[in-house]
């Protein structure tokens, strides 16, 4: 992705002191931290989030800014969904952004309650590469969420994790059946019409942009490309990639309309960054 790669130095949202280096052993790999494994059973919840979209559909309405701090309900896009992962238990977030863009999120995310870190991508590395590359600034091993930055869903990130460590998953997807924008056409013989419906959802199951991974899903995932044409077909193909059915909301923010809706639904649900 554009810009210099400032990877190697990345701030906190709040005050100005970096981030301990993660531990890692002989080959390269995360290592717990033992004095944070051992307090009474609890570990760091992270998440890694892609915000290396551009808004250019968005036209003006972006007011210049990368897709996911384009502003929805007075606050960044981005910020809606930080607040439910706060209030899931996650406690420290690496968004995946374009390199020299890192200041601009720390800044117009900061006082969420969960720490923010920025990987700035050297270049554009891909959906894949871009959170395998994030992955190094994790500060501890294991499961971890990985998500879209430019869309609105009210996932139950609890559930989702149990549901992965329940069925000892290398991954786990969030599969969703969205909105049809069309309606159906019912025919009969000879191709002659017999009626019109509407059809609430598409008939079939899609991958919404949430997941956990675990390492072995990681270790696993490209250095560039995208990780739906490579790494999970091949845990699909050797049964360790399961599903999690969401059936809420999924808002994908890619046009003025789609902005649009964005800024009715937080204006009708202020709880999500309460």
């Known amino acids: 992705m554009g810009g210099a790669a400032t990877h190697d130095a990345p701030r906190r949202v709040r005050g100005r002191s970096q981030p301990t280096r993660p531990a890692r052993d002989a080959r390269g790999g995360l290592r717990l931290r033992g004095n944070r494994a051992r307090r009474e059973g609890r ?17 003006d309405a972006a007011a210049g800014k990368p897709k996911s701090l384009v502003p ?29 863009q890192e200041e601009e999120f720390q800044r117009d995310l900061a006082g969420l309650g969960v720490e923010v870190v920025c990987a700035g991508e050297p270049e554009r590395l ?15 091993a294991g499961d971890v969420y990985a998500m879209n930055g430019d869309e609105l869903v009210d996932v139950d990130f609890a559930a989702l994790l149990a549901r992965h ?3 000892a998953a290398a991954a786990t997807v969030t599969v ?3 909105p049809s924008q069309f309606g159906q056409v019912d025919l009969g013989p000879d191709d002659r019409v017999t009626g019109f419906r509407e059809v609430a ?20 995932f490209p250095e560039r490309g995208d990780h739906e044409t490579t790494t999970f077909p091949e845990l699909a193909g050797e049964g360790t990639l399961r599903a999690f059915r969401h059936e809420g909301l999924w808002l994908t923010v890619n046009t003025a309309k789609e902005l649009r809706r964005a800024d009715e639904h937080v204006a009708a649900h202020p709880e999500w960054l309460a």
């Open 72 to 100: 929805v309900g007075g606050r960044p896009l981005l910020a809606w969904q930080l607040g439910r992962l706060q209030r899931a238990g996650v406690g420290r977030v690496i968004v995946s952004c374009l390199g020299g």
């Open 176 to 178: 969703a059946q969205p």
């Open 43 to 59: 570990r760091l919840v992270e998440a890694i989030v892609l915000a290396g979209g551009k808004a250019e559909r968005l036209g």
């Open 201 to 220: 959802t598409v008939p079939y199951w899609v991958n919404c942009g949430v997941y956990v991974l675990s390492e072995e899903a990681l270790a696993r």
């Open 165 to 167: 460590r329940a069925t």
């Open 126 to 140: 891909g959906r894949g590469g871009g959170i395998r590359f994030a992955a190094r600034l994790r500060r501890e």
